[in-house]
């Protein structure tokens, strides 16, 4: 009887089943109004674009997205535009950013949640994290611009460059991301390894990290969701407005899709900014979408066992 009475409870959140509280009432439509907007919001800028990138409400308009779109270099016609070394450019973008920000944020989320000790410098410590996940992009930009340009003196406008800046930008959602799945695993299963005879470290690599694993993808989808469409970081580090060829490797310059979507932007003929730059979108839409649907079965992978 106690069982079947918490089901009820679990699936009538909002006290709406005939207690007669009309509050519930609202609050479930107040939240599923939120959800419903939010869904068509996207689903109004995936039409409005789609509809620009494929000429559909053109019938004598040639599509602008289509394979000579993807493996062509820019043009100053918009018929023969293309996006292929800024498409390479992202990629090899977020190789760096995966590589700088993964190792780094999930060992600190490890380190301040399993090793550091409770007192006032880790609380402050993690306040400052928290709060550097709410800085403008631009400030990313100008210490990516400052350190690793002026002081390192790596080149200008890079991929490396434009990768660890990005790196930057995301790295304190993917610590507090990392902090919130470790954090999860119930103590119990710690106590549990430890009582049979496992070290702390064989208990966090065994128990706590697969345990954690879901959690740690799923912020880190979300983060990097977000480092692929960041221009302001890229403006500051001088990242290319228009380049011809893919870079040829990490240390030499490039451009990104969004800040050759940028470029377009400010084009004055009306088919770069409509129909080149909705093409545009629509690739970087489909890359990001792409990337955290991989990121995603990987998740649920470790999500079964």
């Known amino acids: 009887m106690a ?33 419903l907007f939010g869904i068509l919001m996207v689903g109004v800028l995936l039409v409005y674009v789609t509809l ?33 070394p800024a498409l390479i450019g992202s990629i090899m973008m977020m190789i760096v950013v995966a590589v700088a920000t993964v190792p780094i944020g999930v060992g600190a989320a490890l380190y301040l949640v399993e090793y550091a000790p409770q007192n006032r410098f880790t609380e402050l410590i993690q306040l400052n994290i928290a709060n550097l996940a709410g800085v403008p992009s631009v400030v990313y930009g100008l210490l990516g611009l400052a350190l690793f ?18 790196g930057l930008l995301i790295l304190p959602i993917v610590i507090i991301s990392a902090q919130e799945a470790i954090d999860s695993v119930p103590d119990s299963q710690r106590e549990a390894s430890l009582a049979m005879g496992a070290t702390r470290w064989q208990t966090t690599r ?7 694993l879901p959690g740690i993808l799923t912020g880190t989808i979300l983060a990097f969701g977000r480092a692929i469409g960041e221009t302001a970081p890229l403006l500051m580090i001088g990242a290319a407005a228009t380049i011809y060829n893919p870079p040829a490797g990490f240390l030499a310059r490039f451009s990104a899709m969004p800040r050759q979507i940028y470029t377009w932007s400010a ?30 079965l990987i998740r649920n992978r470790y999500q079964r066992r």
Do not use: H, K
């Open 3 to 35: 069982g079947n009475n918490a089901q009820t409870q679990t699936d009538d959140w909002f006290d709406t089943g005939g207690s007669g509280d009309w509050r519930g009432r609202i609050f479930q439509g107040v939240c599923l109004g939120a959800t």
């Open 52 to 84: 620009d990138a494929f000429a559909l409400t053109q019938p004598n308009t040639p599509r602008w997205l289509d394979w000579q779109f993807l493996t062509s270099a820019p043009s100053r016609f918009p018929d023969e535009a293309g996006i292929y």
């Open 149 to 166: 340009i002026r002081v390192f003196t790596l080149p200008y406008g890079s991929v490396l460059v434009g990768g660890m800046a990005v």
């Open 206 to 212: 065994n128990v706590v990290l697969p345990g954690a």
């Open 267 to 296: 084009m004055p003929s009306p088919e770069f900014r409509y129909g080149v730059l909705a093409a545009g979108v629509v690739t970087l839409l489909a890359v990001m979408l792409s990337m955290n649907a991989a990121a995603i």
